[in-house]
């Protein structure tokens, strides 16, 4: 009857849940033969026979070989078809916009780095965004046209009511009140922005640490401090995209810092910061100091203190693990999450020993005891990120045969 195609339970509507099972399983186990995927879902052979002819005549599968070593004929295999879809993520600093391209597997199959130092630079914001995508998209052998979905991680957030970004006065360019209007007319597929360390979660929780956790909290410290609160599986953005926006939070040891987002600084940073890290290193006495960018020489001290584990590093680690427990504790007392990631290079360099000892230190500082995990995504997590979101909802729109 017209009109019923997508009621739930016509056949059309079941075809299409069948189908994206399937799907599903594809991209989860890799190539699957007839039969494994009538085990998996359920359906007999001539329906999970039907089901592969449906979705091999529609471009979403291809036959790609046959089970070996096995008594009885080989049977065929069948694998999701990479050139389904294609999806983009941007990971914006100050100091660089990274671009990755990946098709619908996951798999990645362009990026481009364009350099954006302040000495020298690199265009208005919107030539930069379309130099980068451009660049990973060559490197894919694609076009702007073939990108169905880009995901833009950068600091801050972008205040849903007036489309202008916030807690990010260090990046320089993003802050023109018509920035998401002129990004829309030189892009030709939707665009979605989220704050940087909330991709570091999305990537946590679909291929990290955080897998089958509902609700935890991430916290990330690296060129700043920041948090991603996911609760009921869900990111929890708050009413100006800040919730998470940790660096600010007043917390003891620190000064009690005023007009926190002109001087985009605040307590927790103060304390925790990976900044914080050289300066305590040299009151230390610690000799030998490597050179470079902090956040370079914040994740090399640690790594070393990590290693030694005595003496003044030993004293490093554990004045640092106290900062930064005490504006966990503030976030646990809270929240209450089940999982606590801790994420970023000034994190992740400490190690086990980094990560004992702030989980000893926050059961003195709060009621709550969350387990307390390092991340796993640790290249280029925020990328990652950008296209676990872009490809969740082009899976959506490409996976769906109900139409």
Do not use: C
């Not at 089958?212 to 948090?227: C, K, P, R, T």
């Not at 009413?239 to 926006?245: D, I, L, P, R, W």
């Not at 009151?283 to 490597?290: F, K």
């Not at 203190?305 to 966990?328: F, H, M, N, V």
């Amino acid at each position: 009857m017209a009109g019923t195609a997508g009621t739930p339970g016509t056949p059309r509507v079941l075809r299409a849940m069948n189908d994206r099972a399937a799907l599903d399983l594809l991209l989860e186990h890799g190539p699957l033969s007839r039969t494994r995927i009538g085990k998996l879902t359920g359906l007999s052979k001539p329906t999970a026979s039907q089901l592969l002819a449906r979705l091999e005549a529609a471009g979403l599968v291809l036959a790609t070989g046959t089970t070996e070593g096995r008594p009885g004929p080989n049977a065929q295999l069948y694998a999701v078809n990479p050139a389904a879809g294609h999806a983009a993520g941007l990971d914006v600093t100050p100091e660089r916009v990274l671009a990755a391209v990946a098709d619908i597997t996951g798999r990645t199959v362009g990026r481009f780095e364009l350099p954006t130092p302040a000495r020298r630079p690199a265009g208005p914001v919107v030539q930069q965004v379309t130099e980068a995508l451009d660049g990973a998209v060559k490197a894919a052998g694609l076009t702007r046209d073939d990108i169905r979905r880009l995901v833009i991680g950068t600091p801050g957030a972008f205040d849903p009511s007036t489309g202008r970004l916030r807690y990010a006065a260090h990046l320089p360019g993003w802050h023109s009140p018509s920035l998401l209007d002129d990004l829309a007319a030189a892009l030709p597929m939707p665009v979605e922005y989220e704050n940087d360390v909330n991709l570091v979660a999305v990537a946590e929780q679909r291929l990290g640490a955080a897998r089958g956790h509902g609700d935890f909290v991430l916290l990330w410290n690296e060129g700043g401090l920041g948090a991603a609160l996911v609760l009921g599986g869900r990111l929890h953005r708050g009413f100006t995209g800040g919730a998470g926006e940790v660096g600010f939070l007043p917390v003891p040891g620190a000064p009690l810092v005023r007009q926190v987002t002109r001087t985009n600084s605040g307590g927790y940073q103060e304390l925790a910061g990976a900044q914080v890290i050289p300066r305590l290193a040299r009151e230390l006495g610690i000799g030998d100091l490597p050179e470079g960018p902090y956040t370079e020489v914040a994740a090399a001290l640690l790594a070393r203190a990590a290693d030694s584990g005595a003496g003044p590093e030993r004293q490093l680690l554990a004045i640092y693990a106290t900062g930064l427990a005490t504006g966990l504790a503030s976030l646990v007392s809270v929240l209450d999450p089940e999982l606590v990631v801790l994420s970023g290079s000034a994190l992740t360099s400490g190690g086990e020993r980094l990560l004992a000892l702030v989980q000893a230190e926050l059961a003195e500082l709060a009621a709550s005891r969350p387990r307390l995990v390092m991340g796993d995504v640790t290249e280029h997590p925020v990328l990652r990120g950008a296209l676990e979101s872009a490809l969740a909802t082009t899976r959506d729109e490409v996976f769906d045969t109900s139409r």
